[in-house]
């Protein structure tokens, strides 16, 4: 809410800057997000006299002007037009810095333009922060100044200096949507006084107004006052100002008192043009289906049953709480006027404005709640506006319809006060006295004494309610401070705890293999899901996305990733390895969590897409990715024990580039996959489900006794793949093979056509003792000649 | 033959010795160090020549022989072998230097991977309040309606729920769900089974997450994280939320870093605080970072409000508790000089790599 500073004045008597209103107002909980200065310069700016006016001799849009300013007269030259000689206006001599347009501060120099001196400039309204927009320079009024005046500081002979503060108000305090609201909660924490508010209540009610509430559930208070012989008119400067402090424009007296009161009391009324409506069957009620209603700004609005109208007999007048109906509004012939003030329920206002997208600052209070009390009060102070503003003969007195709720009541309990702020350093009664400040009232009950919550409180309830406005009022920093003490919590739910210390040792092992690590948001498209061979009903679905891209939730991480990965490529990123571990979600299916409504499992995926500037290094460039893929993925699973997984979409892979994990999978992706998404060059994926959690950790004894290195070397069909010749080797069962590697494997002229030769290294060790030369030849021995047979059919020979 | 006398010998010793020392120190590779000691000490060597002799000596005189016999072997091994340690060092060094590899060529290339500045951030603040004893805990993203707004104590209609844009999932079912707004639920899923195991206490957890709103813009994304903690026992105060408060913004920041609470409103905590650190970057001085304020908005916490104890089956008045939540992209953006929120999401491998430690 913008709050001015100089209307806040005429509330309180608050003694500091409008800086200092914006920390107090914080403290008690409404913090503000700027403070706008208005008229900033005028301290700096003096009275100056037009006494020539004439053409820039080398400039036709430029004006040649003498300013008298008391002391001297300066000449001034000026792009503006809208002056003539004998005008006040408001000059920034050599010296002065006025905010300037961007309100970044300018510094007044002599100046030379076009061969004229400058000595100051004639402001203009946005040049002194008075306005956003303004044509010409400022002129000031001529009626309150005089020659005397030349040289005074604009300033001391006019007070549109102000300080306008953007005020955030909490949803639970539709009651300090207001000044009166605000000054109430400074006053009470500074101990100031609060000014007293004219009003008017007028006496011998006879009423002629017979308000009726359809349901209370919907509206809880309804008062009407008709008054007669209003004069329809403009505004005075005073009173549109203070509109405008609120962002607000004057449109004619009658709907300004309107606005002035909601503004300061916070409440909302509504004024109908009396002879329009019919004073004895006006109420509140709900639409009925196929009603319509033409508002103020001559929208047609087909109402909806659950929406709730001002209505006469003739049908509905006003959208309630949020708009005035056109028919019968306030006019240029108005003459008698009808009063409304209500307190309706805040979810149906809510509701209406949603559907119907219809705000105002009358929606934006009721809909976070206003109190039914004190309804009266609010149209004594219309009625004292109206006086002011443009008179009237009779009111017709106040007549309130309301559900008869008393005001919130609860037992004074200091001992549970105390348990949850602390110590306070304060008695009762002096915590009585601060909590009066706000309106709270308290009366002797029992043994104890019961508290009354202010009457415009409409969020309270709870003792709590009062230990919060003990805070706000005492400062938040001056409860009880208490040292860190800590203890063991109880546990009674599913501990997830191992599966993301697994995830997070897997996901720093991909980290020192070059991956880094890619959070993305949750959302997907079933469109890019399916590129990745995820299709059907499964998704969870957003039922109001943000953007079509974004409507379901991600059922894999690999989709998203890889469309970040392209992403990376076309900006020219190198080395593009990315891994992401989190959620993925599906409709139905396993879950990690209890009483989960969709099923979330917790997954892994790694993208690498080599990139042709990727190979341009001075060393070993020439293995194949699809090796160096499979390597990392080696060395990163392999201290890892993993569950297998169920559900999981394995994409297209090139023929035969798969590496098999239960957990998930792993490979270069197939040329079509890669086509679909758009993507040129190779990729390289892998996805794993991460459940279960890291096994206990053992340890050995490291061997002692020393080892014999052996090669073999064969020649083979070309067919023969090492898999298979590595297979083999584990299956013969060796003695004391302790490992054995292909190391050398190539085909060349030198072999028959159709022929591959391959080398493998063998390590023999005994783990108990020394092992002798003939036991390894032995065994040595053994394995060749396991291949040799086996792999008869290939035509394998040793070299 | 006549008896030799050892003097003469001796003498001979000497100069073989002198003789033997000047070969040494003229030496200039490591093999000529050896051919000395050949020279001298191998099988047809002057001095060992010398020595074959000693057997025409008399006892007297062979251990007079034999003594400087002794001490000139001595000397000269030890010269011997210091000389040729020295030149083999020296020859070696001549012939590494004069190896054709290139050391000024690059070394073989190893992409450097790190992790999410979110993932940093999370990982360190779950440490932190781990030590301030407080356990994590976890909880679906998709979320029932009601544990996330109905039992927090959101009315119906009330406009609190706009202060928490929301994300509806589309459901079979009768219950709504939606995409969770913020972690609290979670403090719902915990109240609800603590309610159903005998209302042991004290609960202490701490629930980080990813947490959705309907907001995109440049300050706003539609995910983010949040770390929520919550702790119920019979006499948790204000005082010991800002304790731990205070506890974990000294260590994530650093120690000289102050906490201030502000009043200010949630619908499931009453008293409910805004909770601002000095600022990290003016110290609290005033920047245009803080706005000129000296402070930076870093948390929303409070006491758990009685209804949300009442509606999760706890007796309000005989329990009470805390709870705060923090969002972590915004302590990343502090803590790691992050300009721009969109970063994050965006995934620029040169944006994650560019990490300065």
């Known amino acids: ?799 | 033959m006549a008896e030799l006398t050892s003097s003469k010998t001796i003498d001979l010793l000497k100069t073989l010795s002198s003789e033997a020392k000047e070969k040494i120190s003229a030496a200039k590779l490591a093999v000529d160090v050896e051919q000395v000691r050949v020279s001298y000490f191998g099988k047809k060597g002057f001095i060992s020549e010398v020595l074959a002799s000693l057997k025409n000596f008399n006892a007297e005189a062979r251990k007079e022989i034999g003594q400087v016999s002794n001490q000139v072997r001595e000397e000269l091994e030890s010269l011997l072998s210091q000389k040729k340690a020295e030149l083999e060092t020296r020859e070696l060094d001549q012939k590494l230097l004069k190896d054709q590899l290139d050391p000024t060529a690059p070394g073989v290339f190893y992409p450097r991977g790190e992790l999410h500045p979110i993932r940093k951030v999370l990982r360190e603040a779950v440490q932190i309040f781990e030590k301030a004893g407080l356990t994590p805990a976890y909880g679906p993203e998709v979320e029932y309606e009601n544990y996330c707004f109905d039992k927090l104590n959101f009315k119906p209609g009330h406009a609190a729920r706009d202060m928490q844009a929301t994300f509806f999932v589309k459901n079979q079912g009768t219950e709504r769900l939606v995409l969770r707004t913020h972690t609290s639920p979670v403090q719902v899923r915990i109240l609800l089974k603590a309610a159903q195991n005998n209302f042991e206490l004290p609960i202490r957890v701490q629930i980080p997450g990813r947490v959705y709103r309907v907001d995109d813009d440049s300050t706003h994304a539609p995910m983010f994280h949040q770390i929520e903690g919550l702790a119920v026992d019979r006499t948790a105060t204000m005082g010991d939320l800002r304790a731990v408060l205070d506890y974990f913004f000294r260590n994530f920041f650093d120690e000289k870093t102050k906490i201030r609470f502000r009043p200010s409103f949630f619908p499931f905590t009453e008293p409910s605080a805004e909770v601002d650190a000095s600022c990290v970057f003016c110290k609290g001085s005033g920047c245009k970072v803080c706005k000129q304020s000296g402070w930076l908005e870093v948390a929303g916490a409070g006491l758990v409000h009685p209804e949300v104890f009442d509606l999760c089956g706890w007796d309000s008045k005989s329990v009470q508790g805390w709870a705060f939540g923090l969002g972590i992209e915004r302590l990343a953006m502090l803590k790691l000089g992050i300009p721009d929120l969109r970063l994050f999401f965006e995934n620029r491998l040169s944006f994650l790599r560019a990490a300065q430690k």
């Open chain 1, 1 to 799: 809410m913008k709050l001015s500073y100089k209307v806040f004045l005429d509330w309180v008597d608050f003694s500091g800057g409008a800086k200092d209103l914006a920390n107090v107002l914080a403290d008690l909980g409404f913090p503000n997000d700027g403070i706008t200065a208005v008229g900033g310069g005028l301290d700096q700016v003096v009275v100056g006299k037009v006494l020539t006016k004439t053409k820039h001799p080398e400039a036709d849009r430029l004006n040649l002007l003498t300013v008298d300013i008391g002391s001297e007269q300066l000449p001034i030259v000026c792009g503006a037009h809208n002056m003539k000689v004998g005008d006040f206006v408001a000059l920034a001599p050599i010296g002065a810095t006025i905010p300037g347009k961007d309100g970044q501060g300018m510094a007044m120099k002599e100046a030379k333009i076009r061969g004229q001196t400058s000595k100051g400039m004639c402001c203009s309204l946005v040049e002194l922060q008075l306005a956003n927009e303004s044509e010409g320079i400022l002129i000031l009024p001529s009626e309150k100044i005089s020659d005397k005046d030349l040289g005074r500081k604009v300033s001391e002979l006019f007070d549109w200096q102000d300080w306008i503060l953007e005020v955030d108000i909490t949803p639970n305090r539709g009651d300090a949507l207001c000044v009166r609201g605000l000054a109430r909660e400074v006053a009470a924490k500074l101990g100031l006084k609060m000014k007293t508010l004219n009003t008017i209540k007028w006496k011998n009610p006879v009423s002629t107004v017979n308000p009726f509430i359809e349901s209370f559930s919907d509206a809880s208070g309804f008062a009407a006052c008709l008054v007669n012989g209003v004069k329809f008119g403009e505004t005075p400067e005073k009173w549109q100002n203070f509109l405008k402090s609120f962002g607000a424009r004057s449109i004619s007296n009658l709907v300004d008192i309107t606005n002035i009161v909601m503004f300061e009391l916070g409440h909302p009324l509504h004024f109908f043009d009396a002879d329009k409506v019919d004073a004895q069957t006006i109420g509140v009620r709900r639409a009925r289906p196929g009603e319509t209603l033409v508002l103020l700004n001559d929208t047609v609005l087909e109402l909806h049953p659950d929406d709730l109208v001002i209505a006469d007999a003739t049908g509905p007048l006003s959208l309630a709480g949020v708009m005035g109906g056109a028919k019968s509004s306030i006019s240029e012939t108005t003459k008698n006027i009808l009063i409304e003030v209500a307190s309706f329920n805040p979810a149906s206002i809510r509701a209406t404005t949603r559907r119907h997208q219809i705000f105002s600052e009358s929606s934006v209070r009721f809909e976070k709640g206003l109190t039914i009390f004190h309804l009266d009060e609010v149209i004594e102070r219309a009625l004292a506006l109206l006086k002011e503003l443009s008179d009237f003969e009779i009111a017709a007195g106040t007549k309130i319809v309301d559900k008869q709720i008393q005001p919130k009541q609860i037992l004074w309990d200091r001992g549970r006060i105390e348990a949850k702020l602390g110590k306070i350093g304060k008695t009762d009664d002096e915590l009585f006295e601060f909590l009066r400040r706000l309106e709270y009232s308290f009366e002797p009950k029992g043994s104890t004494v019961a508290v009354n919550f202010p009457w415009y409180r409409t969020d309270v309830q709870h003792l709590e309610d009062v230990m919060e406005d003990i805070g706000r009022l005492l400062g938040y920093e001056n409860l009880e401070k208490k040292p860190l003490v800590s203890f063991e919590s109880k546990k009674f739910w599913k501990d997830l705890t191992p599966e993301l210390k697994l995830s997070d040792q897997i996901l720093d092992s991909f980290i020192s293999f070059g991956f880094s690590e890619a959070i993305h948001l949750s959302f997907s498209s079933p469109a890019l899901e399916k590129k990745l061979g995820y299709e059907g009903d499964d998704f969870v679905v957003v039922e109001n996305p943000i953007h079509s891209e974004k409507s379901v939730l991600r059922r894999s991480i690999l989709p998203g990733l890889l469309a970040r990965a392209k992403e990376n490529a076309f900006n020219g990123e190198d080395e593009i390895r990315l891994v992401e571990v989190g959620p993925i979600y599906s409709a139905s299916g396993e879950t990690i969590f209890e009483e989960s409504p969709k099923a979330e499992r917790l997954s892994i995926a790694c993208v690498w897409l080599p990139r042709p500037q990727d190979k341009k290094h001075l060393w070993n460039p020439n293995t194949d990715p699809f090796f160096i893929f499979k390597g990392m993925m080696e060395s990163i699973w392999s201290p890892f024990k993993m569950r297998p997984a169920r559900n999981l979409q394995i994409p297209a892979f090139y023929p035969k580039r798969i590496l098999n994990h239960p957990h998930g999978f792993a490979g270069e992706l197939h040329p079509t996959v890669l086509k679909a998404m758009d993507l040129s060059g190779r990729a390289f994926v892998g996805e794993w489900l991460i459940q279960g959690r890291l096994a206990d950790e053992r340890y050995e004894f490291p061997f002692i006794y020393p080892s014999i290195d052996m090669d073999a070397s064969f020649v083979a069909g070309e067919n023969l793949s090492v898999g298979a010749m590595m297979e083999c080797f584990q299956k013969t069962k060796a003695p004391y093979l302790e490992w054995v590697r292909p190391y050398d494997i190539f085909q060349s002229e030198d072999l028959k056509p159709k022929k591959k030769s391959m080398t493998f290294a063998m390590r023999y060790r005994n783990l108990e003792r020394t092992l002798t030369l003939e036991e390894a030849k032995n065994s040595h021995e053994q394995l060749i000649a396991s291949v040799l047979k086996t792999f008869q059919p290939f035509e394998i020979a040793l070299r």
